[in-house]
């Protein structure tokens, strides 16, 4: 799988690269929700729009030091298909929504 999605800070644009970076997700986030609001389909495509919830618990590469605090936001992700494999993912999610949340710094801009 292709990850394009740029939700995670600096993942590389080859396969596999999304997983690591997924995995960490349940460790920082504890508990971690992702409640499906509606999913869409069309040719190869499938797009999920989410609402994503979650207390900063754990070590986060953003943010090492937990905060303690909760975060509600909407994400949509597309999803390209082949062979009932997904093959591709592209997304989008409320990030500055979700720091200012969790008291996180903004992320500088170079």
């Not at 949509?76 to 997904?86: G, H």
Request: charged share 25%; hydrophobic share 40%.
């Amino acid at each position: 799988m292709i990850d394009h999605n740029k939700i995670i800070h600096g993942e590389p644009d080859e396969p596999g690269a999304a997983f690591e970076g997924i995995r960490g997700q349940p460790a920082a986030f504890d508990p971690l929700h992702m409640r499906v609001e509606e999913l869409i389909g069309e040719g190869d495509r499938v797009v999920a729009r989410l609402t994503m919830t979650g207390t900063h618990t754990g070590a986060h590469p953003r943010m090492p030091v937990p905060t303690g605090r909760g975060f509600e936001v909407e994400a949509v992700f597309i999803f390209t298909l082949a062979d009932e494999k997904i093959t591709e993912i592209r997304g989008v999610s409320d990030r500055l929504g979700m720091f200012l949340q969790l008291g996180w710094d903004w992320p500088q801009i170079d």
